[in-house]
């Protein structure tokens, strides 16, 4: 690495943006219950354990609920169609609480197959921003002490809007592992909506939901997949401009660029919202 103070801002804005970006990608391609040496995930096994009490008590009060709204009267009871329907459903909704938690490690499986299928962290590179290009590096070096006066404040500035953006991108994917243990911890509750007709909603909407944070994982990898080739071609930089201009120009495009990925990651809900029509 340089000597030079403003190099060294640049790389180090580079450097932080790198380990970030990975880190992302192998958290992505790491399965929830590997998350954290599988602490929070037995925390979570627990949790959904205890609930599943609770679920088979809404069980019980969905399931009369809908007997109470369906069926208007007691004869319409009696008749065969209608008691092995509601026997079917009620036998259903069981299984969903009982058998909850392997039900939305299928959904899971197939997020993360999706994402299996797309290259990994190693087989991604990122050649646009390893490095200072070295036009830039060569006309920073040339500078005076005055002159690099406010190329330090522009790395220092730009430095911290990279580091900014990096840690808002990275939360996000922490915030999805939160989500995928908040819905499996709680999954008893909404799933025991299936006992009764006018609740079952309930229920649908909360597979919908689950599903779309899985697809959220591979929407996300391919978002840093299509921007790791993007990235092959650095910014461009104009030779004959002066070294402020330079460094100002190449910074900006550099900062605009990562704005792209950072808000497509943040945006990956929506976006699968608007594929899937969840």
């Given amino acids: 690495m340089s000597d030079n103070w403003i190099l060294q801002n640049i790389s180090k804005a580079l450097q932080i943006w790198n380990e970030k970006l990975s880190e992302i990608l192998e958290l992505l391609y790491m399965p929830p219950q590997h998350f954290r040496n599988g602490v929070i995930w037995n925390v979570i096994l627990t949790v959904h354990s205890s609930l599943q009490a609770v679920g088979y008590a809404l ?26 329907k509601a026997f079917v459903r009620f036998a259903a909704a069981k299984a969903a609480v009982t058998y909850g938690m392997d039900i939305l490690q299928a ?13 990994g962290p190693d087989g991604l590179v990122l050649n646009g921003y390893d490095s200072v290009p070295q ?23 730009g430095g911290l809007i990279v580091w900014v953006l990096s840690f808002l991108m990275i939360l996000d994917v922490y915030g999805r592992f939160f989500r995928i243990y908040l819905y499996m911890a709680i999954a008893p509750v909404p799933l025991s909506a299936f006992a009764g007709e006018p609740t079952q909603s309930m229920g649908i909407g909360f597979l919908r939901s689950f599903a779309a944070v899985c697809l959220e994982g591979a ?34 495009e550099l900062i605009f660029d990562m704005l792209i990925l950072v808000g497509t990651v943040r945006l990956s809900d929506r976006v699968v919202r608007e594929i899937t029509g969840i």
């Fill in 59 to 84: 069980l019980v009060l969905f399931f009369l609920l809908g007997i109470m709204k369906t069926c208007g009267s007691l004869a319409e009871l009696r008749r065969p169609e209608t008691v092995l």
């Fill in 219 to 252: 929407v996300t990898a391919l978002s840093c997949v299509i921007f790791s080739a993007y990235a092959s071609s650095p910014p461009s930089v104009d030779p004959a401009a002066a070294p402020a201009a330079m460094v100002w120009s190449w910074y900006g």
């Fill in 107 to 119: 959904f899971l499986q197939i997020g993360q197959g999706i994402v299996s299928r797309m290259p």
């Fill in 135 to 157: 036009e830039l590096e060569q006309a920073v070096e040339n500078c005076g002490f005055l002159e690099s006066v406010p190329l330090w404040a522009v790395t220092l500035i």
